[in-house]
């Protein structure tokens, strides 16, 4: 089973897309009174929710805490299980043997030879259920810190909306992110989502995460970088395809008297005036606010005919998908993102 291991904590997530059960089990959490109801209403946020760029599959995702919990008070090992009660693995019955483009299927079958591909087995997206109980513990813990840390959609599709790189984002506007997690322009993304839909098609996304109030001399050089443990966690969930901190991509393009971030004092406190470098040098935080942008491939299961192989027969083949999907992956994704982060950070800091 998929196990992550930092400094201090360690993760194993176990089961698949259509098990009885998937859960986790966690090692030398922190010991702290957690608000059960704050981390339902946490979870509830990657749930299908019915919307239009939602799956219609139907799970309560209710957690069930197996061990480490005790009135809401969590410390040491931890376990806790998720039931899978809206199964249909006949929906992929006319794929057996046939991989789906762009998704795991090929690649498993050339590790460990299986055939059977309903639901994506232990590669699915439904992994990161369990994934989010932990997550949404650890922010909890974290925010009693003065920790905050938001994930939001910048863009879906062509429909581009307000972003760290052009705006200032204060908490207090983080906060107040409702339903569908945008800044702006939400009622386009919606259409573009929508319009996909309509066609049998998905599409794609960017997310951007902030983290508030973070503290200066988390992580350290090489393989001890932050941007490299978080970027971990972040590619363990699945169609995330890219990742960059403070202005990325865009640095590529810029002169050093542009893209250094100048140091000033205010008051007794060192900052910089700038955030280019996305609240991270040399691998340690500055102090800033840790600010990060993630792409979210296309949902790859989409109802359009398409080319693939015939694994048993060795002969090319189409397919058509059926079964319930996400049009847009990454909204159902942002508290995943939000655990990823938080469990990096809280493994520097319990």
Partial sequence: MPKWKGKKLSIEIFGESHSEKIGVKAQNMPTFKF???????????????????????????????????????????????????????????????????????????????????????????????????????LKQYLEKEGIYICAYLSQVGSVVGKSYKNDEITIDEAREIREFP??????????????????????????????????????????????????????????VKGVEFGSGFALGKMHGSEANDAWRYEGEKVVAKTNNAGGINGGITNGMNITMRIAFRPTPSILKEQETVDLIRKENTTIKIQGRHDACVAVRALPVIESAVAIALADEIV
């Fill in 35 to 137: 608000d059960e109801d704050e981390l339902l209403k946490f979870l509830s946020r990657r749930k299908a929710s019915g919307g239009v760029y939602s799956t219609a599959r139907r799970e309560s995702d209710m957690p069930i805490f197996v061990k480490g919990v005790d009135n809401g008070l969590i410390g040491g090992d931890f376990e806790a299980i998720i039931k899978n009660n809206d199964v249909k693995s006949g929906d992929y019955s006319n794929l057996y043997g046939k991989p789906r483009p762009s998704h795991a299927d090929l690649c498993a079958y050339l590790k460990d030879g299986t055939l059977d591909f309903r639901g994506g087995g232990r590669f699915s997206a439904r992994l990161t259920a369990p994934l989010t109980i932990v997550g949404g513990i």
């Fill in 182 to 239: 945008s800044l702006s322009n939400a009622e386009e993304m919606l259409k573009e989502i929508e319009n996909a839909k309509k066609e049998g098609d998905s599409v794609g996304a960017i997310a951007e995460c902030i983290v508030f109030g973070a503290p200066t001399g988390l992580g350290d050089s090489l393989f001890e970088g932050m941007e490299g443990k978080i970027s971990t966690l972040l590619y363990a969930i699945p169609a």
